[in-house]
């Protein structure tokens, strides 16, 4: 394709590099909106600039991509509902055998997970519990945070669902679920086990550190379960009256807590209930001369006791009855409740059980090459019917505005590529990228590395895929396969090689740094001192295991 006229490739670069600077920066001082707001202008200038038609705007947005986007957030709202990533986290400290031993589970199960549930909502829900087990170990918690975002980019290339990026290119090569996983499932293998063995290689004196004393690890156990504790004032608020319903009950339960098998005779329960607190009605009914004479005259202790037992004494058979009924009363509600709570409790593991098994019925469909979207789509569909109740709290948790920040992406790009310029740039890149040669393999993984790390991975996918695609089919059509694979592959581990470099990094990096009594901070340079020779050295591996 042909440069267009030089005034439409001035605006349509000066819109591309706004949308470059507010998307891919995600912080500028002078206009703090975000990305989403400036895929968002980005597209907008491409219309106002006439780069592209409002109609050719529209048609840019591919709404397979964003229904196969959406139907993935909302199983893994569920799937979080579900306590599923909970099971993960409490897999990472299971039995383990030392520090080693968990940085190689954290690097295994952010890989598992990424791979069918996205790297971004793995690095969400997985820091924390990250953070707990580096503490509990007395360990620094940089090497772990370091496998989970790296390791759940690695994770995240094997799938379609894996990524944002792997989204886009399964819609556009049209390459099924089963095809996608049996081509890139090696690579991520060794992948993910090369990272494990660099960050054991890189930090094996720090994970070498073990406690002194096994009382330290008791200590800070107990002080997270103080701090993780939350008081109820409300309960202290305001004092009972000791005649009160409340405390009658109370008291008449402890008694028959205390005495086991119920051998106790109600009598002597009400006794020591009447012994413990005498009511407000006892006191009234007791002469006032008698009090008054005990109170003020030097008479013996003996009288006072004469007096009080004589006011228990009158007492008890009045109550006996009321207080059998009561006992029974409170006996009936426990029952109930306890009914009621194991009905809850089940009907909690049957849902539970309901989504695991909604969410497997979704992974076979799409192992048995059924269209992605409308399976994605149904499955968050079917989740919502088997809720039982009002899908807006789960919906909300949706991130809407990601799928804004995809719908401006995709004019901006669509604008771009009508300036002629990738093109330009790609017809003098294609005689040394060629898919045929170990040469031409090497030179493509170093451009797409580059690209993914200055203009972000999907835009670099959304530039590269089809031009990409279409020398490799010059080829043979097996060769195109392959070059989506080697796309997919590079894009996604080109996210380790710094901590902008994709979104886990930094969700990760803002999660530990946000985390209450965990807080840590994930350096740009501690980052990129890890992350430049794992991304080569897995990028190299990967290659050659990709068919």
Not at 464 to 476: D, E, K, M, Q, T
Request: proline share 4%; aromatic share 8%.
């Amino acid at each position: 394709m042909a440069l267009a006229s030089p005034v439409k490739v001035g605006l349509g670069s000066i819109a591309f590099a706004i949308f470059w600077v507010l998307a891919v920066c995600s912080a500028v001082p002078f206009l703090p909106v975000g990305r989403t707001e400036g895929s968002l202008l980005g597209g907008m200038l491409m219309v106002i600039f006439q780069v592209i038609t409002a109609d050719q705007a529209y048609d840019a947005i591919d709404l397979q991509i964003l229904g196969l986007l959406f139907g993935t957030m909302v199983v893994s709202v569920y799937l979080e509902r579900a306590d599923m990533f909970k099971y993960l986290g409490k897999l990472l400290s299971w039995k383990s055998r030392g520090a080693k031993d968990l940085i190689c589970r954290v690097c295994l199960i952010s890989a598992i997970s990424s791979a069918f549930f996205t790297n971004d909502t793995s690095c969400v829900v997985l820091t924390e519990f990250v953070l707990k087990i580096a503490r509990q170990h007395n360990l620094p918690p940089h090497p772990f945070l370091l496998a989970l975002a790296s390791s759940a980019n690695i994770g995240s290339a094997a799938t379609p669902i894996g990524n944002p990026q792997n989204l886009v290119i399964a819609v556009q090569s049209k390459i099924s679920f089963r095809h996608f996983l049996k081509g890139i499932l090696p690579a991520m293998i060794m992948g993910v086990i090369v990272n494990a063995l660099l960050l054991l290689c890189m930090y094996w004196k720090l994970l070498s550190i073990e406690k002194d004393e096994e009382d330290a690890a008791v200590e800070l156990l107990a002080e997270e379960e103080v701090n993780s504790h939350r008081f109820s004032p409300a309960t202290m608020s305001h004092f009972k009256s000791f005649n009160s319903p409340e405390w009658n009950s109370r008291w008449e339960v402890v008694a028959v807590q205390s005495s086991p098998g119920m051998s106790v005779p109600m009598g002597q329960v009400e006794n020591l209930r009447n012994r413990s607190i005498p009511s407000a009605n006892e006191i009234q009914g007791v002469p006032s001369g008698t009090l008054e004479s005990a109170r003020n005259s030097n008479a013996p202790k003996e009288a006072a006791n004469d007096v009080s037992s004589q006011v228990k004494e009158e007492t008890i058979p009045s109550k006996g009855v009321a207080s059998l009924d009561r006992l029974r009363d409170v006996l009936s509600g426990l029952s109930s409740e306890g009914k009621d709570n194991l009905t809850t409790r089940w009907k909690k593991i049957l849902w539970k059980s309901g989504v695991y098994l909604v969410t497997i019925g979704m992974l076979i469909a799409l192992l048995l090459d059924l269209n992605m979207s409308w399976t994605a789509i149904t499955a968050a569909l079917a989740l919502m019917v088997l809720d039982f109740r009002d899908v807006r709290t789960s919906l909300e948790k949706v991130s809407y505005s990601l799928l804004v920040f995809f719908c401006g992406m995709f004019i901006t790009v669509e604008g771009f590529n009508k300036t002629g310029i990738p093109s330009t740039l790609w017809d003098f890149m294609e005689p040394y990228s060629k898919i045929d040669h170990v040469s031409g393999i090497a030179i493509l993984a170093i451009v797409i590395l580059v690209m993914s790390n200055l203009a972000s991975n999907v835009p670099t996918v959304l530039f590269l895929g089809a031009r990409v695609a279409a020398s490799a089919a010059a080829v043979s059509a097996a060769d195109e396969k392959k070059a989506w694979l080697i796309l997919a592959w590079v894009s996604t581990v080109a996210g380790n090689l710094s901590l902008l470099g994709s979104a886990a990094n930094i969700i990760v990096c803002e999660q530990a740094r946000r985390a209450p009594q965990l807080e840590y901070n994930l350096s740009f340079w501690s980052h990129l001192k890890f992350g430049v020779p794992s991304t080569l050295i897995v990028t190299a591996i990967g290659l050659t295991l990709i068919r």
